[in-house]
């Protein structure tokens, strides 16, 4: 006879409304370009909506994460990792009443400006743009929601809300602070960001230490005997280990790596209300006030997620494997970029007349900008086909 699953306890999550301290409409600094509210969705809605259908998110799906897209079709894309970020916060948005609209808007966007080939190919095109002012994979997002998308009439870019883009914005040189307005601001007089953007941000390291380990274990660069030192997954692996002492090696990996990833969830949550409940903010700008983030781990939580992001920087980031795939990556953005800021007439027509404009606005450096704009935007298989269009003359153009 099958044995009948044992009872299920559900609890309800909590569902508390928004908190003072969360960001609402109410309280928003608005958008850049004044714009009438919709009848059926809160400004932060729509904020995520444009997100969703811009051409920046659908490119997300060929973009690499770590593992190069045509490696297998398991691993994380740039896309399924935005997704499993999106699907954290907003968890933990609900259980500490923040603006869940506002949380899920900045983590879907958090990645848009990634130029193909992960890691490696922001490096590359950093490198190509060094006398142009240099290239940032977070700057570039911000430009991508504030100017490079052509949907609206009215307006370049997405017109999103402050909220929506200081959470997108999440580092910036001074330099390069003082030339991004409002967004900016906070950069030079040291204030924190909302507890939305915050928690867009822990939750992106929440996912890809979890993620990454699942991915590095698939691909074989690690194995379990290695993870043995890093207590946040042996702890859970030793505990699926007792509870089901049978259990095949990819199942126990599966149930380690979701009971990490919900300790982690749990402990950000404990500790974060901990920090709320000493502040009491009864505003979001009390938040963005303080000399910190208030969204965090434990003190302990936070030592052991140092660990593992060093365990996984030597054990997988920099595997020969992976830095076989960047020596790739920054020869094919090497010779895209040399070749189109030589030759600008081999972009396509409509690249062409923007180079054209910003060469007469701002010179070299303007031709540079459109050229990475270009670049950045490329998937990493388009990037690969472009390669092979410039290098190869018998490719088709
Ligand atoms: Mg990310």
């Known amino acids: 006879m099958t044995k009948a699953p044992a009872q299920t306890v559900i609890t309800e999550p909590a569902n508390c409304g928004l908190a003072s301290y969360a960001c609402q409409e109410s309280n928003s600094r608005g958008r850049r370009y004044p714009e009438t509210g919709s009848r059926l969705r809160s400004a932060y809605q729509r904020d995520r909506d444009r997100i969703v259908h811009s051409a920046a998110f659908r490119r997300l799906e060929y973009k690499t994460q770590v593992f190069v897209n045509h490696a297998g079709d398991l691993f994380r894309t740039r896309l399924t990792h935005t997704l499993e970020v999106s699907q954290i916060a907003r968890t933990v948005a609900r259980s500490l009443c923040l603006n869940e609209d506002l949380v899920e808007a900045i983590s879907l966007a958090h990645d848009l400006g990634h130029p193909p080939f992960g890691h490696a190919g922001q490096e590359a095109l950093n490198h190509c743009m060094a006398e142009y002012g240099g290239f940032e994979h977070n700057l570039q997002s911000l430009r991508i929601v504030d100017l490079l998308e052509e949907r609206y009439a009215e307006f370049d870019g997405l017109n999103l809300c402050y909220e929506t883009r200081e959470g997108i914005l999440k580092h910036c040189s001074p330099k390069d602070a003082t030339?991004?307005?409002?967004?900016?601001?906070?950069?030079?007089?040291?204030?924190?960001?909302?507890?939305?953007?915050?928690?867009?941000?822990?939750?992106?390291?929440?996912?890809?230490?979890?993620?990454?380990?699942?991915?590095?274990?698939?691909?074989?660069?690690?194995?379990?005997?290695?993870?043995?030192?890093?207590?946040?997954?042996?702890?859970?692996?030793?505990?699926?280990?007792?509870?089901?002492?049978?259990?095949?090696?990819?199942?126990?990996?599966?149930?380690?790596?979701?009971?990490?990833?919900?300790?982690?969830?749990?402990?950000?949550?404990?500790?974060?209300?901990?920090?709320?409940?000493?502040?009491?903010?009864?505003?979001?700008?009390?938040?963005?006030?303080?000399?910190?983030?208030?969204?965090?781990?434990?003190?302990?939580?936070?030592?052991?997620?140092?660990?593992?992001?060093?365990?996984?920087?030597?054990?997988?980031?920099?595997?020969?494997?992976?830095?076989?795939?960047?020596?790739?990556?920054?020869?094919?953005?090497?010779?895209?970029?040399?070749?189109?800021?030589?030759?600008?007439?081999?972009?396509?027509?409509?690249?062409?007349?923007?180079?054209?404009?910003?060469?007469?606005?701002?010179?070299?450096?303007?031709?540079?900008?459109?050229?990475?704009?270009?670049?950045?935007?490329?998937?990493d298989r388009y990037a690969a086909l472009e390669k092979r269009r410039l290098v190869n003359s018998q490719a088709r153009v």
């Open 179 to 379: 030339m991004m307005g409002d967004v900016g601001r906070r950069f030079l007089v040291r204030e924190q960001p909302s507890l939305e953007a915050q928690l867009a941000n822990i939750a992106d390291e929440m996912a890809y230490v979890c993620h990454d380990i699942d991915d590095g274990l698939r691909a074989g660069l690690i194995d379990l005997p290695s993870l043995s030192d890093i207590v946040l997954f042996s702890q859970a692996y030793g505990e699926v280990k007792e509870k089901y002492p049978d259990l095949n090696d990819r199942r126990s990996t599966h149930e380690s790596v979701r009971r990490m990833l919900s300790a982690l969830i749990t402990d950000v949550v404990d500790a974060t209300r901990q920090c709320l409940a000493a502040l009491d903010p009864d505003h979001p700008d009390v938040v963005r006030s303080q000399d910190g983030p208030l969204v965090r781990y434990s003190s302990n939580v936070e030592i052991e997620v140092k660990k593992l992001k060093s365990f996984l920087l030597w054990k997988v980031y920099r595997h020969h494997w992976i830095k076989r795939m960047s020596v790739k990556a920054q020869t094919t953005i090497e010779t895209l970029f040399k070749g189109f800021i030589e030759q600008p007439d081999l972009l396509p027509p409509t690249e062409l007349e923007k180079v054209r404009s910003e060469e007469k606005n701002r010179g070299p450096a303007g031709r540079a900008r459109v050229i990475a704009d270009y670049i950045a935007g490329m998937t």
